[in-house]
């Protein structure tokens, strides 16, 4: 197997997990929720996802990046994990975490979206505002009758959804700058340190917001929450990190397909979550649209990275 076969069977394999690994993490915010607040939980799960893996790289004799890269993986963690990270955490307050896995499969239209922003004018094709409209259906569909319902559990929920969609625009504009200005000479230990820079705005926040008083653990919450930092974290964001790096952007973005499936059904069965027709015909509805979306994005993206490397 040559040297280029071998990082691309290493790069699906990395995506598979991140399909799995990360398909269970919205049912483990959840449970973590019970004890600890959401900015807090969020903050110290990537602090010490993000020490645990510099301390892996320094044992093994690997360095971390220089410190002139570290600056551009701040602003990888802020966006990343303090909007995207952020938002999902402080969404399934109020939102299932099926629910907010469904809703995080809007995440290849942002995608889509800000690449368009950022790719030097390219416009967005016909085909692309046809999956954005149809996307967007989908989700009024799945959830209009909760926001409708009104009071305060209403005004909550529609908070929780506008936090997801925010999630969603802080990890694509974040993708979108990995491809274009973080040249990482070692993909762990860049997300190492996003990781830590990421967790550090979240426990900021959290320290603004007064969480400290409401932090407490649990047997249930603990065990989740190592869970969430070892496997869900160190594994999963250095998985994504290096898929990111060796496949399409729109092939990386797929896992949205699979992530809420697996929440849906882990939310249901161990939470007793509700299960609505309504929220498997929206999911496919958001599924129409990226397929709509996806194979002219995948195309534009292709185009690009050869015209990078022709210059």
């Known amino acids: 197997m040559s040297a280029g076969a071998a990082v691309t069977r290493r790069a699906w394999l990395a995506w598979a997990a991140v399909c799995v690994i990360w398909g269970t993490t919205y049912l483990g915010i959840k449970i973590t929720l019970e004890t600890m607040p959401p900015f807090l939980m969020g903050g110290l799960r990537y602090v010490l996802a993000g020490l645990l893996l510099a301390a892996i790289l320094k044992l093994r004799g690997?360095?971390?990046?220089?410190r002139a890269d570290w600056g551009r993986l701040a602003v990888l963690g802020f966006f990343m994990l303090f909007f995207g990270n952020g938002g999902v955490v402080w969404g399934e307050q109020y939102v299932s975490s099926g629910l907010t896995a469904v809703l995080i499969?809007?995440?290849?239209?942002?995608?889509?979206?800000?690449?368009a922003m950022v790719s030097g004018g390219r416009q967005l094709h016909a085909r692309q505002w046809i999956g954005l409209a149809v996307g967007f259906a989908g989700i009024v569909l799945l959830v209009w009758p909760d926001i409708?319902?009104?009071?305060?559990?209403?005004?909550?929920?529609?908070?929780?959804?506008?936090?997801?969609?925010?999630?969603?625009?802080?990890?694509?504009?974040?993708?979108?700058?990995?491809?274009?200005?973080?040249?990482?000479?070692?993909?762990?230990?860049s997300a190492a340190l996003q990781m830590?820079?990421?967790?550090?705005?979240?426990?900021?926040a959290g320290t603004a917001l007064g969480e400290w008083n409401r932090l407490g653990f649990s047997p249930r919450?603990?065990?989740?929450?190592?869970?969430?930092?070892?496997?869900?974290?160190?594994?999963?964001?250095?998985?994504?990190?290096?898929?990111?790096?060796?496949?399409?952007?729109?092939i990386v973005s797929l896992y949205s397909y699979i992530n809420p499936?697996?929440?849906?059904?882990?939310?249901?069965?161990?939470?007793g979550e509700p299960f609505h027709v309504r929220m498997l015909v929206a999911a496919a509805i958001i599924a129409a649209g990226v397929v709509i979306v996806g194979p002219v994005q995948g195309a534009g993206a292709k185009k690009e990275k050869e015209e990078k490397a022709v210059r």
């Open 221 to 250: 919450t603990t065990v989740v929450f190592v869970y969430l930092v070892v496997v869900g974290a160190v594994i999963a964001f250095a998985a994504y990190s290096y898929a990111l790096r060796h496949l399409d952007i729109a």
């Open 62 to 66: 690997r360095p971390l990046p220089p």
């Open 105 to 115: 499969g809007t995440s290849p239209f942002w995608m889509v979206t800000v690449d």
């Open 148 to 189: 409708r319902a009104g009071g305060a559990s209403g005004r909550h929920f529609a908070l929780g959804v506008l936090a997801l969609q925010i999630a969603c625009a802080g990890w694509a504009v974040g993708s979108a700058y990995t491809r274009r200005h973080v040249m990482p000479r070692d993909v762990l230990g």
């Open 261 to 271: 499936i697996i929440a849906v059904t882990l939310g249901t069965l161990l939470l």
């Open 196 to 204: 830590l820079s990421g967790g550090l705005f979240l426990t900021a």
